[in-house]
């Protein structure tokens, strides 16, 4: 398929590359990734040529702003890697480029403020955290169903922009669950479970039942929370702890979160996840440069899906979502 739209797709910028995390990976990989990272026109942009990839959404990768936990050096990063962001690929290449805006949610308002400036003033198409935002140290964070974030999320309704929950590891203070076993941390499972249990946050919190027109992103074919749904409110409903809400939770699944496919190239879990939410509500993505692009494509061009459902993924449920 040609045309397609990838939407979790990352650089760095010059002032978050101190806040990359260590990958466990062999020395080609890091040097592929690395290489990706940094790169516009040697690497990213013959890989989507090659591809068929009309379109990529670019965003700062993790840890990015949220391990900052100074607010006030939380909110420059953020600025500046959003005009490095605008400056280097949609300024240059804005048919190819578009941009979700890094967020310092250490500061909800500032946060929102930068939301704002970098829709309006840089075109940005929505915005993208990676997982929760350390605070005053590096043994705090903070997760986003806080009430403290309910004028960020306003902002967000108001601006009518998706908002993409991207992973990063857990604290290392909560992280004995994995010890001895480092394969584990990282993308191979603690950034799905941090995300799962952080998207499951936010709607129990009510969040939605507040701003009910959040659209909320979530990558790798749902972080594994799909399947677990039925279980999750079966046990909510048998003791919720006094919380009661609008809808059942699967209804907030449906009616507010998008799912990608990011770095997830399976398609029996790709058949599941479209049971469970629609076809609409699913979009293509690599997860470039962390994921070989080939691959993604490979996959996606050749699973067994409608070409009719194939555009839709892989293209025109983004373009409605993002107002491309």
Same mark, same amino acid.
């Given at each position: @398929?040609?045309?397609?739209?990838?939407?979790?797709?990352?650089?760095?910028?010059?002032?978050?590359?101190?806040?990359?995390?260590?990958?466990?990976?062999?020395?080609?990989?890091?040097?592929?990734?690395?290489?990706?990272?940094?790169?516009?026109?040697?690497?990213?942009?013959?890989?989507?040529?090659?591809?068929?990839?009309?379109?990529?959404?670019?965003?700062?990768?993790?840890?990015?702003?949220?391990?900052?936990?100074?607010?006030?050096?939380?909110?420059?990063?953020?600025?500046?890697?959003?005009?490095?962001?605008?400056?280097?690929?949609?300024?240059?290449?804005?048919?190819?480029?578009?941009?979700?805006?890094?967020?310092?949610?250490?500061?909800?308002?500032?946060?929102?403020?930068?939301?704002?400036?970098?829709?309006?003033?840089?075109? $940005?198409?929505?915005?993208?955290?990676?997982?929760?935002?350390?605070?005053?140290?590096?043994?705090?964070?903070?997760?986003?169903?806080?009430?403290?974030?309910?004028?960020?999320?306003?902002?967000?309704?108001?601006?009518?922009?998706?908002?993409?929950?991207?992973?990063?590891?857990?604290?290392?203070?909560?992280?004995?669950?994995?010890?001895?076993?480092?394969?584990?941390?990282?993308?191979?499972?603690?950034?799905?479970?941090?995300?799962?249990?952080?998207?499951?946050?936010?709607?129990?919190?009510?969040?939605?039942?507040?701003?009910?027109?959040?659209?909320?992103?979530?990558?790798?074919?749902?972080?594994?929370?799909?399947?677990?749904?039925?279980?999750?409110?079966?046990?909510?409903?048998?003791?919720?702890?006094?919380?009661?809400?609008?809808?059942?939770? @699967?209804?907030?699944?449906?009616?507010? $979160?998008?799912?990608?496919?990011?770095?997830?190239?399976?398609?029996?879990?790709?058949?599941?996840?479209?049971?469970?939410?629609?076809?609409?509500?699913?979009? $293509?993505?690599?997860?470039?440069?962390?994921?070989?692009?080939?691959?993604?494509?490979?996959?996606?061009?050749?699973?067994?899906?409608?070409?009719?459902?194939?555009?839709?993924?892989?293209?025109?449920?983004?373009?409605?979502?993002?107002?491309?």
């Amino acid at each position: @398929m040609t045309g397609k739209i990838a939407i979790e797709e990352h650089f760095v910028s010059k002032e978050a590359t101190p806040y990359l995390p260590p990958l466990g990976v062999t020395v080609a990989v890091q040097k592929r990734i690395d290489d990706g990272l940094g790169d516009v026109e040697r690497y990213r942009l013959p890989e989507m040529y090659k591809n068929g990839i009309d379109v990529q959404i670019v965003s700062l990768t993790a840890d990015g702003v949220q391990l900052e936990p100074d607010r006030d050096k939380a909110v420059k990063i953020a600025k500046l890697a959003n005009d490095e962001l605008a400056e280097r690929f949609l300024a240059k290449y804005p048919t190819r480029f578009a941009g979700l805006a890094a967020v310092p949610l250490q500061d909800p308002k500032a946060a929102a403020d930068e939301l704002q400036r970098s829709i309006e003033q840089l075109g $940005f198409k929505g915005a993208l955290a990676n997982g929760f935002s350390n605070v005053e140290d590096l043994d705090t964070g903070e997760y986003y169903d806080l009430p403290k974030f309910w004028p960020f999320w306003e902002r967000v309704q108001e601006l009518d922009v998706p908002f993409y929950l991207h992973p990063r590891g857990p604290l290392d203070s909560q992280q004995r669950i994995y010890e001895g076993h480092p394969e584990l941390l990282g993308p191979a499972w603690a950034f799905g479970v941090e995300t799962s249990t952080h998207a499951l946050r936010l709607i129990t919190s009510g969040l939605f039942d507040r701003f009910p027109k959040l659209k909320i992103i979530i990558g790798h074919l749902g972080e594994g929370l799909v399947p677990m749904m039925w279980r999750v409110q079966n046990r909510f409903d048998y003791a919720s702890f006094g919380k009661r809400l609008e809808k059942p939770l @699967m209804q907030y699944l449906k009616d507010n $979160f998008f799912i990608t496919t990011s770095g997830n190239f399976h398609t029996p879990t790709l058949v599941n996840v479209i049971a469970e939410m629609g076809i609409d509500r699913i979009l $293509f993505s690599v997860d470039y440069p962390y994921e070989r692009t080939d691959q993604a494509v490979q996959w996606f061009d050749n699973c067994g899906l409608s070409e009719e459902d194939r555009q839709r993924i892989g293209r025109l449920n983004a373009l409605r979502l993002f107002k491309l």
